[in-house]
């Protein structure tokens, strides 16, 4: 259903500063081109974890 999904759309968090200078940090070590690539990431490597692989199984 999400698998190849290309378009995006504009979501808006409330986070807690701690997190952001944590997403702030990561991007900064180059590990993300920016916070919403990590954000992205993520939420992808969440739903992978907790929805996609309980209905392959």
């Known amino acids: 259903m ?5 378009r995006v759309k504009l979501v808006t968090v409330l986070l807690p500063e701690a997190y952001l200078e944590g997403l702030d940090e990561l991007v900064r070590a180059g590990m993300y081109p920016s916070r919403s690539a990590a954000i992205r990431a993520s939420v992808r490597d969440m739903l992978k974890k907790e929805l996609w692989r309980r209905r392959e199984g």
Do not use: A, I
């Open 2 to 6: 999400f698998r190849g999904e290309t």
